[in-house]
């Protein structure tokens, strides 16, 4: 597992970026879009899909709160302890970086490892993450953004 040092001296790992407010929205897009798809998938009984999606799912919630803050993270890993970090600043009232650990996991041996394993899928849990994030978004301001890049990288 990658710490968050490690991952500030990695190349695509934790940076600064401009925060955006439109690539965050379009994070959400894609959670909100991929959601639709999880639908469609579940009904085809994939579990390599359905894990992969709803991970995925997950992922670009997280994406969207770190792009508004203007974090960037290109490696799973270090988003994972992006979120840990952010949950620790009092960001998410939820264990957001844990529940996308186990997702990525359960898609990696899915996915990769060919294990088939059973998929626990909750769509209005999702749904509701969705709407979650997108109001942590809403509700940052540029002084709460401004802090928490300074702490992040002081």
Same mark, same amino acid.
């Given at each position: 597992? $990658? ?7 990695? !190349?695509?790992? &934790?940076?600064?970026?401009? =925060?955006?407010?439109? *690539? =965050?929205?379009?994070? @959400? /897009?894609? $959670?909100?879009?991929s959601l639709r798809?999880?639908?469609? %998938? ?19 919630? #997280?994406?969207? %709160?770190?792009? /508004? &803050? ?9 988003? *994972? ?6 949950? +620790? ?6 264990? #957001?970086?844990?529940?996308?650990? !186990?997702?990525?996991?359960?898609? *990696? ?7 088939? /394993?059973? %998929?626990? %899928? +909750? &769509? ?5 993450? #969705?709407?979650?994030?997108? !109001? #942590?978004?809403?509700? @940052?301001?540029?002084? /709460?953004?401004?802090? &928490?890049?300074? !702490?992040?990288?002081?």
């Open positions: 597992m $990658a710490s968050l040092e490690w991952c500030k001296k990695q !190349k695509d790992g &934790i940076d600064l970026a401009e =925060a955006s407010e439109n *690539i =965050a929205e379009d994070y @959400l /897009r894609n $959670a909100e879009e798809v999880l639908q469609k %998938v579940m009904d085809n009984g994939s579990r390599i899909w359905t894990a992969t999606m709803k991970y995925y799912i997950e992922y670009f919630c #997280i994406s969207a %709160v770190l792009y /508004r &803050i203007g974090i960037r993270s290109k490696i799973h890993d270090c988003t *994972i302890e992006a979120a840990e970090f952010l949950q +620790d600043q009092g960001l998410f009232k939820e264990d #957001i970086a844990n529940r996308l650990r !186990k997702s990525k996991e359960l898609r *990696i041996e899915n996915q990769y490892n060919l294990k088939n /394993r059973p %998929v626990d %899928v +909750d &769509i209005d849990d999702l749904r509701e993450l #969705i709407l979650k994030m997108k !109001k #942590i978004k809403d509700d @940052l301001t540029e002084d /709460r953004v401004n802090e &928490i890049r300074s !702490k992040l990288f002081n």
